[in-house]
């Protein structure tokens, strides 16, 4: 029989953070600084809202957008919180912001066309501009400026095949954040090159320098940018799989269809869970946001300052949930470093390189996950080093 797999799909490497997840799942007493997963469980009150929905039969398709009252609800939120303005009819509530990368780039791509990703970041963006049939082009960013994109650096990447430029923050895996006068310094890069912005603020709530602000909320650039957000990480909803996507009306038209024809919509169960955690999430008596992002603040400081306490250079993040801490210090590459913590000291980290070859002497530390496992973790990766130097 001939091949019958895609050669995209054959040639794609798999997840670098799933690797090391399987592993810990397996491994009796070990530690998890790997998957970014809040630790928070979903609100009851978000919980109730699905369990209702429920009980009152609500199990059948909705329309492909989604539920008018959430995306009404969608709209209020992006403009009261981050001052950016898409109508709910140029909002999809998708499967996840997963789903929203996808159909963006799906939508956009044509073969050949240069997608220019911030390195390091998640490491799904490559392989789903790759799968659209784009072309994903790394724009270094370095830990000297904090991993922001700069009009220099830019710049320098640019081709005349350039369609549209990834921009991810704050940042996973870095806890880099960009201004609202770092955004504006590439702007002006964008619009001289005629750019499409994806940006993926699915951590716009976990900002720790004060209100997140984002580059569609700037003059000229909500009608070339496609705005990515969700409920996974700010509201503890991973598992609902529900996020969103507001795109200038070309681009939207193109993902409606891609999304029609792929997904249908997403569970009505989750959506009207998010429409409870939308309108109930920043009052005045139910602030589990605010607190989770402060309980997250507290884990960063005591992480990071544990790290460089004890050489592993990281600067302290200023959003997401992850310190990306340089082991250049120890001999040692971030994969060699992962592969022997875990496997001395049952500690799992994600080696830098998951996130793009500029994170090769890097390690990807979550702090997802309770003070009491963080404190152990710090115990066991200070022994570890300790046992290094000794031999």
């Keep these: 029989m001939r091949n019958f797999v895609n050669k995209k799909a054959a040639a794609l490497q798999p997840s670098g953070i799933r690797k090391f997840f399987d592993i810990v799942q397996k491994m009796d007493g070990a530690i998890s600084l790997g998957v970014g997963e809040p630790d928070f469980v979903t609100p009851w009150n978000v919980r109730d809202a699905a369990i209702r929905s429920l009980r009152r039969g609500y199990t059948q398709y909705t329309g492909n957008r989604g539920l008018p009252e959430l995306r009404i609800f969608i709209q209020r939120y992006l403009k009261e919180r981050f001052d950016v303005d898409y109508p709910p009819e140029r909002t999809i509530v998708t499967v996840g ?42 724009v270094k960013c370095s830990a000297e400026n904090d991993f922001i994109l700069t009009p220099e650096v830019l710049k320098s990447v640019i081709t005349p095949r350039t369609k549209a430029l990834i921009l ?118 139910f602030s589990t946001v605010e607190e989770m992002r402060g309980e997250y603040f507290r884990r960063g400081r005591f992480l990071a300052g544990s790290l460089n306490d004890m050489g592993l250079k990281c600067f302290l993040p200023k959003g997401a949930f992850y310190v990306f801490a340089s082991v250049e210090s120890t001999g040692m590459d971030g994969e060699e470093f992962a592969n022997r913590l875990l496997s001395e000291q049952k500690v799992a980290v994600v080696p830098g390189s998951a996130f793009g070859a500029g994170g090769k002497n890097f390690v990807r530390c979550s702090y997802a996950t309770s003070m009491q496992q963080l404190t152990e973790a710090v115990m066991r990766i200070q022994e570890f080093l300790s046992s290094c130097k000794n031999r």
């Design 168 to 285: 991810p923050y704050p940042n996973n895996p870095t806890g880099a954040v960009m201004t609202r006068e770092q955004l504006e310094k590439i702007v002006p890069v964008i619009l001289e090159h005629d750019l499409l912005v994806i940006t993926d603020e699915i951590y716009a709530e976990l900002t720790y320098t004060g209100k997140h602000f984002s580059i569609a909320s700037l003059p000229k650039m909500a009608e070339r940018t496609v705005y990515i957000g969700g409920f996974s990480k700010a509201f503890a909803m991973t598992g609902w799989r529900v996020g969103f996507v507001c795109a200038p009306k070309e681009v939207d038209e193109a993902m409606f269809k891609i999304h029609q024809y792929t997904i249908l919509c997403a569970p009505q169960m989750s959506q009207r869970a998010a429409i409870c955690a939308l309108k109930e999430g920043f009052t005045d008596n």
């Design 97 to 138: 912001a997963s789903e929203a990368i996808d159909l963006s780039l799906r939508a956009i791509c044509d073969e050949g066309d240069e997608i220019l990703v911030p390195e390091p970041s998640y490491v799904s963006y490559f392989p789903a501009v790759t799968l659209a049939g784009g072309t994903p082009v790394a």
